[in-house]
């Protein structure tokens, strides 16, 4: 049976954020039309809705480090409170994802208005979590048991306390494709769209970590939270009110025989289903085993858990961008892409640049002329102005990279 072809999503692209992360396929494409928008051209709207999902993404992992230190003091710090943290969250946002399309209330609003709603909503959830927890102390105090009913209690702790804001979170991602056509390029703005919203998350997880929750305490780190959802919100609304219903990609259309193709059997997707579900399983149980070990060796604070996750989601942006690349373009030019890469990076590290290889060893060779150590507050400047100037020259080249995608701006020298 011949039929239009779906829309191919990169199954990858939806698996976290923080605020818009975790979706399920059949989701987005069940929720995503085709309809011709007034010659309505997204473009100039991508550098805002990626500000946007990028807040929407630090938002959403800073209350995950927050709850994270909640739940410590409420139920402890064991692995097992930390399985349930992770499942409960995680469970939220596919529950988001999943069910929004379902809503058909939702559908005959404008997206952005849909988008600007959850983030008021999460908003108001997160500073009822920062206060309900401690409530909720109380109550695992009370009926603090040890063995099955004691996992059971944190288990149930956890989802009370984190389901709402989660399911929110999930439902946010959805919310905001819909906004943009399922055409080739449309879809590729999604992945875009997820991309910053992983820059944000991690940016979140450090800013969480190593600022807000060192410099100041949990209810300021909520709060700054509630104040990015609440700017999202508001950029969002007032977005809807000078935009249409539907953003088009200005793609070109595609010839009759590329638009048809063989609709596979829904029978035969459970197994794609189950092949998802196993993986984000086994990634999941692994970032248990990881925060457990790393917590062993660095302690369990804060710090290692925001290290973890941000380790966790860049590795998934990059994933994201390898699987992206290898389904359009084949495997042979990502691994040709791969060993100039890594051929690339072997030279870079030979320059004699302090903290890369080239610099210790340079260094070393002017000790071994100078027949003596160079002073520790010496080799200190050293390799902060060498951190400085590799920072510079990162930000050159993403800015760089950014210009290809984006229009407007100019490109560095």
């Known amino acids: 049976m011949l039929c239009k072809r779906r829309p191919e999503v990169n199954v990858t692209w939806f698996r976290r954020s923080t605020g818009a992360g ?3 396929v059949a989701a987005l494409s069940s929720m995503t039309t085709s309809t011709p928008s007034a010659g309505s051209n997204a473009a100039r709207f991508l550098p805002l809705l990626l500000i946007l999902f990028a807040g929407s993404g630090c938002s959403a992992l800073i209350y ?5 230190q909640l739940l410590q003091l409420a139920i ?26 379902r809503i058909r209330r939702a559908q005959e609003h404008h997206p952005l208005k849909v988008y600007a709603a959850l983030e008021l909503g999460i908003a108001v959830l997160g500073l009822l979590v920062l206060f309900g927890i401690p409530l909720v102390d109380r109550i695992y105090v009370a009926g ?6 004691g996992m059971l209690l944190r288990g149930f702790i956890s989802g009370v306390c984190l389901l709402p804001p989660t399911i929110l979170m999930g439902a946010s991602l959805p919310a905001i494709v819909r906004w943009i056509k399922s055409t080739p390029r449309g879809v590729a703005w999604w992945g875009l769209l997820y991309g910053g919203n992983i820059v944000g998350a991690v940016f979140g997880c450090l800013f969480a970590g190593f600022y807000l929750l060192r410099i100041y305490d949990m209810a300021t780190a909520t709060y700054a939270a509630v104040a990015i959802n609440l700017a999202v919100a508001g950029a969002s609304y007032v977005l809807a009110g000078r935009t249409p219903l539907e953003a088009a990609a200005n793609d070109a259309p595609e010839p009759a025989a590329e638009r048809a193709a063989v609709v596979e059997p829904a029978a035969s997707r459970w197994t794609i289903y189950v092949t998802i579900g196993l993986s984000g399983a086994c990634a999941l149980g692994a970032e248990v085993v990881w925060t457990r070990l790393m917590g062993m060796m660095l302690g369990a604070t804060v710090y290692t858990f925001s290290i973890i996750l941000a380790v966790f989601l860049v590795g998934l942006g990059i994933g994201s961008a390898v699987g992206a690349a290898a389904r359009e373009e084949g495997w042979t030019p990502l691994l040709l892409i791969t060993a100039a ?39 200190e400047r050293i390799y902060q102005a060498a951190f400085v100037f590799l920072v510079l020259f990162a930000v050159m080249v993403i800015y760089n990279d950014l210009v290809k995608t984006l229009p407007g701006l100019t490109r560095m020298p």
């Open 22 to 24: 975790l979706s399920c």
């Open 64 to 68: 995950e480090i927050v709850w994270y």
């Open 76 to 101: 402890g710090s064991t692995a097992v409170s930390l399985g349930f943290l992770l499942a409960t969250y995680m469970g939220g946002l596919c529950l988001g994802s999943l069910y929004l399309p």
């Open 144 to 149: 603090a048991e040890h063995g099955m009913p």
């Open 341 to 379: 890469i890594s051929l690339n990076l072997g030279i870079m590290n030979l320059l004699p640049i302090p903290i890369l290889d080239g610099g210790v060893i340079l260094l070393l060779f002017i000790e071994g002329l100078m027949q003596k150590e160079i002073s520790l507050p010496i080799k």
